[in-house]
């Protein structure tokens, strides 16, 4: 491999050393290590050149555009972790990073009053700088982890309107079928929802005749997950077929998810009359079909609503079971390829435990899970770390670590990077409840590396994070 600088002229010095040792590490790393080894060496020769020919004058904005260029160089290679090289990268990217921020703190001298006027972008900038890392936390968790209650309660009020729609139609429609209460559930429910409130959940619990019906842990299964129990249908023999409502949904002796949730689509996704329901709600709702879930997009119905607020809700219905602390969840995504498979959801008691030891406490526990879910959403190298690792690792690191006040946030986020690092580089992260279930299966090697890398330049500058 071979780079030349684009503002020198000719090949002397410490180009020349830089070129050679490009020109070999392919017979020491590798192909892959010479690329990456290329891509690193490419970004500190760019600072190096900037830094001698750098200008009183500079404008302080052109500085750091070329500084996130050259981080989202290093950044750009998927294998730094596996090539264990990550440390040539990380030295400059923090340097750089430290020299960006001290460049952006310092104040300016007296100039001409052509240079007095500053733009608010730029003096909000140079605040922030001043900022110390649980002052930066705080005020993240303001902008992008807490919702303003007008957006949540906006969002709740369409949800359980939607909610009624539909239920008043499954009544006058099937009235046979055994439902319970339809009601509202999930992040937006109990205020672990980040950034918008964006989507929303509205759980159908199916009811079952106890003496006909059993849940059958995953564990007891040909499937052998934990995550994936099946329901049987029992006596047979003496309550035959037809004797339950839920007997028409059948395959092979057991409830399938998948063919209850396609009855579910035909029953209510194409067969309620969406439009008329838009324009009682004053908005626009339409199911998004073509996919394995039950979901409507709801739009503002007016431009006066839209320019108030132009961010679609999504809604989810979900049919569930729930037989005591048990609760099974008809999400064919999540099980494919076995039809018969429901998802057992361990969302309810991880967020029961949260608010537990929050309220012993008065801890920062869930502000710390909102923190890292805002983070993950925001960063497109950590967009693939869904809710339930994080919160995961949050409850695992309770159990280590006592100190959860409000004033040590910072801690508990650095901390929370670090071990997420760890959990990344093993590829495995347990189930709090279910220590057999690895929260991580699911990532492919690249992301791994991606956000490894990312968290690895975090460990340094937990700063980048939170941009």
Known sequence: MYFQGGRRRGKEGLAVALDFLLSNARLVLGVGGAALLGIATLAVKRFIERAGRAAEDEKVEQRIAESWEDLSLASASPTMIRKGIEGVVLKHVAKATRQQ??????????????????????SKRIQLCALSLQERLQQYCRTRAVLAPHEVQRAQSLALDICTEIQRFLHSRHPDMPLGEMSLGGSLLDDLQVVSADHACLLVPLQLEASLWRLIPGEETLLTHPLHWMVRRLNLEYFPRGRSYWDRYLVGGYLSAEVVVNMFSKAVMETVNWPAISSTLDCLVRPVLGGPDLKL?????????????????????????????????????LTSPWVNAWRLSLYPCETQ????????????????????????????????????????????????????????????????????????????????FKPAVNLLSNLSEDQVDQMGFMLYCAISEPEILLI
Not at 109 to 118: H, I, V
């Open 297 to 333: 997009e709801i739009r503002p119905g007016s431009e006066e609503a839209a320019e108030r607020c132009d961010q679609p809700l999504f809604i989810s219905v979900l049919p569930i079971l729930r037989e005591g602390d048990v609760v099974l969840t008809a999400q064919p995504e």
């Open 101 to 122: 921020k001290a460049d952006l703190c310092q104040k300016p001298e007296a100039s001409s009053p052509d240079m007095q006027p500053k733009s608010e972008s730029k």
């Open 353 to 432: 435990r949260l608010v537990q030891l929050d309220s012993t406490d008065d801890g920062c526990r869930r502000q710390t899970v909102k923190v890292l879910k805002a983070v993950c959403r925001l960063n497109p190298a950590l967009r693939a770390l869904q809710a339930a690792p994080l919160t995961n690792l949050v409850l695992h690191l309770s159990d280590s670590e006592c100190d959860w006040s409000q004033n040590s946030l910072h801690a508990r986020f650095q901390q929370c990077v670090a071990e997420l690092i760890g959990y990344l580089e093993q590829g495995v992260l347990q189930s709090y």
